[in-house]
Every structure is written in C-alpha cells, then in structure tokens.
C-alpha cells in the first residue's frame, strides 16, 4: 500500500487521485439561467444526493482562476437550476457542452440540444434527458476559495415513461454513464443484489 500525504502534493496531482479512485461519479447536466436570459449548461461529476426528505442534491463547481463558472454565478442569482441524468444516447451532445464559451454564449445551441419548459421554474430543461430535476437553491457555500458547493431542494421530477414503473426507474433503461478520470466514462455493467442484514 502505497501512502501518500496530500499536503505534499500539487493541486493536480490530487485531481488524479480523486478522479481516478473515486469511480464512478454520475454525471449532472445542469442548465441555469443568467440575468440576461442566456441559458448555460454544463457537466458536472462532483454531484450526489444529500436527502430524501426533502429531496435534496448537490453539485460542486470548482472555479476557474478564482472565478465563479457561470452555472454557479447563475444559480447564485436566479436560485434555480435543472439537474439532467447523462445517458448513453445524450452523451456525447452533453460533452460538447464542456467547451469554454463566453457567458453570453449558449452551450445548448452549440451542442444542438433541445430546451423544455420547466413546470415549477423559470429556468428550461433539455428534451434529451431521460430524467431532469427542477431545483431552488437552498444552499450554496464557498469552500477553500475555490470551490462553490450548490444544495438545490428538487421542486419537480421528470422521468420517461419508458423507464417508470410503480415508482421505480428502471436502471438499464436509464443507461446512465459515469465519469471516470481522464476522457474515459463507463456504462451500467453487470447488476447484482445483496440482501441488507436485519
């Protein structure tokens, strides 16, 4: 075993450890909305549910030079934000997505994805997903200067009907891909139950 103290590190090589150890992450697709209209979207593998009741998810954004990326600047203005699941048919639209573009830019026209209407909030969601998570911020905080942590409470769900079945999403149909470190994503693979302990 091979130990090794992060502190004696770079900021990069950690990256490599973090990204390459920690697999896989699932991917959120968010879209948000700046004050002049401009409909941003952008991938995100630091993301994670934080509760059940009530429904709760959170998306790190780690900033550039210092700088608030446009999804967190965004949601720290508008409060909203749609959080889409990336599948192995949106995949590669929502990669093209990743480019560095102008905030006054669209990465949904670039990518040719299809904006939706939201039900609860202002801020539209794409056609592509299979599923997409409407959210208000309920919390977002600065981490080590460098990091902007988002807590959206999820407002509305929307799910295919080809994947929803007695409240339950059925996980092959979802084909969601995971990020792993480098350009490498996975698929779902080989699905197993263990049963819990009583």
């Known amino acids: 075993m091979i130990s090794i103290d992060p502190t004696m590190q770079t900021e990069r090589e ?3 450890l973090l990204i390459g150890g920690i697999i896989p992450r699932p991917i959120a697709f968010v879209t948000s909305m700046a004050v002049d209209g401009t409909i941003n979207g952008a ?14 998810i959170s998306v ?22 749609v959080v889409h699941i990336v599948d192995e048919e949106n995949v590669d ?14 990465e949904l026209i670039r990518a040719k994805l299809t904006p939706t209407q939201s039900v609860k909030i202002s801020v539209p969601g794409v056609e ?13 905080m600065e981490i080590a200067g460098n990091t902007d942590l988002i807590i959206g409470k999820i407002v509305h769900f929307h799910v295919h009907e080809q994947i929803y079945s007695n409240g339950r999403i059925d996980p092959r149909g979802l ?3 995971s990020r792993l470190a480098g350009n490498s994503y ?13």
């Open 43 to 56: 991938p995100f593998s630091y993301f994670s549910i934080v509760s059940s009741n009530p429904p709760m």
């Open 60 to 81: 790190a954004v780690q900033r550039k030079n210092g700088k608030q990326k446009d999804t967190a600047r965004n949601i720290s203005a508008t409060k909203e934000f």
């Open 175 to 177: 084909s969601a891909v």
């Open 186 to 198: 996975g698929k779902i693979g080989d699905i197993f139950d263990i049963e819990r302990p009583k």
């Open 128 to 140: 592509e997903a299979k599923m997409r998570l409407e959210c208000i911020l309920e919390q977002s």
């Open 93 to 106: 639209k929502i990669n093209e997505t990743a480019a560095s573009l102008l905030p006054e830019e669209s």
């Open 14 to 16: 950690n990256y490599k």
